[in-house]
Structures are given as C-alpha cells and as structure tokens.
C-alpha cells in the first residue's frame, strides 16, 4: 500500500505569479485535505475534497482553490501568489469507513520571493 | 481565543524520565481528538488516537477530559528518539484543527 505523495517536494516563484501542487491519496482513502504550515505554527485547514466536490473549506481566500480527480488524486491551485503564502503545504487522506484520522504526505515547500 | 493552544515549550527532558504536557479546546461539539508527531521539516505523523476512557500505546499514554475540554499527552522512559514537536489535534467536524505544538527536547 503507497502512502500519500506530493509534488513538487520544493517550489520558488515570485509575488504574482500562480503555482499547482499535487497530491496522490493513499490507497482506498477517497478524501483528502489541504493543510498550509507557516514556520513555527501547526497546520492550517485549507479545504477538504471528498468525491470530487468541496466538502469543507478554512478561512483562506478564493484564490485557493482545488481540485479532487475520479482517482482521488488533488490539485491545489494558489493564484496571485503572495509574500506570505510561503509555507510548507500539506495534503491529508482519510480512511474513511467511519475512520476520520488523517495521513501526511511530505509537503511542498513553496517559497514566494 | 485559539481553538486550540499549546504550551510551545520546549520541555527539556532527561533520558528516561517522564514529561507529560497539555492541550486546551475551545469548541465543545469537538468529536475526534488525535496526537501527532512532527519531527523537523517533516510531515506529522499520527502518534496515537485519543477515547473518552484514556488510551495507551506502549510508553505513550492520552487522556481526553471532556468537561474541561483538554487532552494530554504523557511519555514514560523518555528515549533520545522521542525528540520532536508533538501537535494536539481536534477534528470537530471534517477539518483537523492543530495546536501550535509542543516541543521537546531529550537529552542524555
């Protein structure tokens, strides 16, 4: 059983420009969620994709959005990119099954100059 | 208030010795409540569940109180590899919330 995988491990883009990270859920795990890490603090809740369809959504603006394909894979999508959206991001899958625990992948660390 | 707060340490803790710690939550429909490890620039990774009743796994003990609306997290035997940033975390419901977490350090 593959465990959650993220792309790209490492990303460096400037003030403006919109960037796409990547998520693989684990095996059999159909929800997934997006979680923003600044340095030194917990995660932060950006959105949950279960079935294709936004199912729960965090106190970020519309410029992040996502995407959740048949295969359960994710998309986050940040546009207009901005010196503070630096962070590691996160994606989670869930078991489901009655299971509400959630899995990490590595992160993508995104870096806004 | 944060919905969720830690005492962000560091607990610097003796090689086998015993540190436990706390987290407080604000939101009483809180469901799920989970303690996860995060090592340095690394992905948390779950360290154990949290039940009504209080859990253990091996060295790790968790106890969940409702009524005061905390979990804590109770190491026994500290080992060197214990060593990391320990996030308390409630699911209330869909969205995981995180404490800041905790850190601790264990020294020789």
């Known amino acids: 059983e593959t465990g959650v995988t993220q792309s790209p491990t490492h990303l460096i883009k400037t003030r403006g420009q919109q960037v796409t990270l990547r998520c693989s859920s684990q095996?059999?795990?159909?929800?997934v969620s997006w979680y923003q890490q600044a340095l030194g603090q917990g995660p932060q809740f950006i959105f949950q994709?279960?079935?294709?369809?936004?199912?729960g959504r965090g106190n970020f603006p519309p410029r992040f959005s996502g995407l959740q394909f048949p295969n359960y894979s994710s998309e986050l999508n940040v546009n207009a990119l901005e010196l503070d959206d630096s962070a590691l991001y996160l994606c989670a899958s869930t078991p489901g099954q009655g299971r509400n625990e959630q899995f990490f992948g590595p992160g993508t660390r995104l870096t806004v100059l | 208030r944060k919905e969720v707060e830690q005492d962000p340490g560091p607990f610097n803790v003796p090689e086998g010795a015993t540190v436990a710690f706390n987290c407080t939550y604000s939101n009483s429909a809180s469901q799920s409540f989970f303690w996860y490890r995060q090592d340095c620039r690394k992905e948390p990774k779950l360290l154990m569940s949290?039940?009504?009743s209080g859990n253990e796994d091996g060295r790790f003990t968790a106890q969940l109180n409702r009524a005061s609306q905390y979990i804590s997290l109770l190491i026994r035997d500290s080992k060197l590899s214990d060593s990391a940033t320990y996030l308390c975390v409630v699911n209330a419901p869909i969205k995981l919330t995180f404490g800041g977490g905790t850190r601790v350090l264990v020294k020789p």
């Open positions: 949290v039940y009504s």
């Open positions: 994709y279960y079935r294709e369809e936004e199912n």
């Open positions: 095996s059999g795990h159909n929800t």
